[in-house]
């Protein structure tokens, strides 16, 4: 069983996550299904299923740059938009980054450097 402050600092996470306009349904859910879980027999279980889900869903910063500059980006954030993406990507990978900085992949990234006292 985790630590309860390792608990509650993922649980802050996670709502951070849900609570973000770009965390994808799928992560929402697998964020409420783990938060409904804690302190149940389901827990192992909905923890096993967050960190799977949220480990496809880390966006690696060239496939941030990649998505921002293709015509998909450009439909999802609006052309305008996609070039800022693009130009703020580069920006942070060249300063070291290596996932997406949005606040959805912010928590995320937070979420799995717990994963080890996750699934202890």
């Known amino acids: 069983m985790m630590e309860k402050n390792v608990q509650d600092y993922v649980a802050q996470k996670v709502k951070e996550l849900i609570e973000a ?11 409420n299904a783990w938060l409904a879980a804690i302190g149940t027999d389901k827990e192992a279980e909905a923890t096993k299923n967050l960190i799977t889900k949220l480990e ?5 910063i060239d496939g941030l ?9 450009a439909q999802v954030f609006g052309e305008e938009k996609a070039k800022e993406v ?7 990978k060249e300063a070291g980054a290596k996932y997406c900085d949005c606040p959805a992949c ?3 990234a937070a979420i799995l450097e717990k994963k080890e006292e996750l699934l202890a």
């Open 21 to 31: 306009p770009s965390c994808c349904a799928e992560a929402k859910a697998a964020g």
């Open 65 to 73: 740059i990649a998505f921002a500059s293709s015509p998909a980006g």
């Open 106 to 108: 912010t928590a995320v």
């Open 56 to 60: 496809l869903d880390l966006v690696p």
């Open 86 to 92: 693009e130009a703020h990507a580069k920006e942070i």
